[in-house]
């Protein structure tokens, strides 16, 4: 099921996924309207907080999926040139929520707010932050986790051990709301993230090997700057794609032993050997 559009922001859409209508619609009618609404607020400032850091890092923001336990944004060049970067930008979410319970707490010190919008507030913006930190894809605290498997595994593999980590979430999830049901405690919420992540989960799964792709042909659209690297040839691709920044055409030097020039390597070239699944190879096999 696509995501439908609801507003552009610039160059970024803003998008919803059609369950998130039809659960905002049950909950309007069940009287739980105004508490989805809030989530729903929250989510924004959280999807927020991921794109303005991004945008201070100069990526460009194609899209943001809201998504009840928090939203998938999607940042053009991003993922393999510098792991870091996605590391910084997924900690912001949560951060921004820590922030928001900081300020709506220091509001009620100086001005006593109404206890229940108060502790609403606080506690969806916990649940969000924590909730958001567990390291599966994709959560935020999965994106730290590719990031930080991005270099021995290769960003292939890293983000399908990450999206394998939010199926299995999904499922320990639905079965706690099963668990909940023999208690007679009937928690939709919990299969309703629980459906949602493993949507998510399924299709960061699926999308892991055109991610790089994706980026070469987004970076097409535009004139860059030639980012020349030397690399030596029993230097791995993975660890080569690590040196390439982002939003520039990233060439290499092959050299031998010797230190002399043995080839030269475009970024298609070796970010479709990493494509292949062989994060191992080495600059020197490519060329032959
Ligand atoms: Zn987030």
Not at 67 to 88: H, K, N, Q, Y
Not at 183 to 195: D, K, P, R, T, W
Not at 268 to 288: D, N, S
């Amino acid at each position: 099921m696509k995501s439908w559009v609801i507003c552009r922001v610039g160059g970024c859409a803003i998008c919803m996924h059609p369950l998130f209508i039809v659960a905002l619609l049950a909950a309007a009618i069940t009287g739980y309207g105004n508490i989805f609404m809030l989530v729903f607020a929250v989510v924004l400032a959280h999807e927020m907080c991921h794109t303005a850091v991004a945008a201070i890092l100069r990526y460009e923001i194609v899209k943001v999926e809201l998504m009840p336990f928090g939203g998938v944004a999607t940042l053009e060049g991003l993922g393999e040139g510098r792991p870091s970067d996605e590391a910084i930008i997924a900690l912001a979410g949560p951060l921004g929520n820590m922030l928001l319970i900081t300020a709506a707490l220091a509001l009620d010190w100086l001005f006593a707010l109404p206890e229940y919008p108060l502790m609403l507030f606080v506690s969806v913006n916990a649940t969000m932050g924590v909730f958001n930190l567990l390291p599966a894809l994709p959560l935020d605290g999965g994106r730290v986790l590719r990031s930080l498997l991005a270099r021995p595994l290769g960003p292939v593999k890293a983000t399908r051990a990450g999206a394998l980590a939010g199926m299995v979430l999904a499922v320990a999830l639905a079965a706690y709301g099963v668990w909940g049901l023999f208690f007679g405690i009937i928690n939709l919420s919990v299969f309703l993230v629980a459906i949602f992540l493993l949507i998510a989960a399924v299709r960061e799964y699926r999308r892991a090997p055109y991610l790089l792709a994706g980026i070469v042909r987004g970076s097409r659209r535009h004139t860059r700057p030639v980012n020349h690297l030397a690399a030596a040839g029993d230097e791995t691709v993975s660890s080569l794609v690590h040196s390439f920044l982002p939003g520039m055409y990233n060439v290499v030097t092959v050299l031998d032993e010797e230190g002399q020039q043995i080839g030269e390597l475009t970024e298609e070239a070796v970010l479709r050997a990493l494509q292949k699944g062989t994060a191992a190879v080495q600059a020197g096999q490519i060329l032959r």
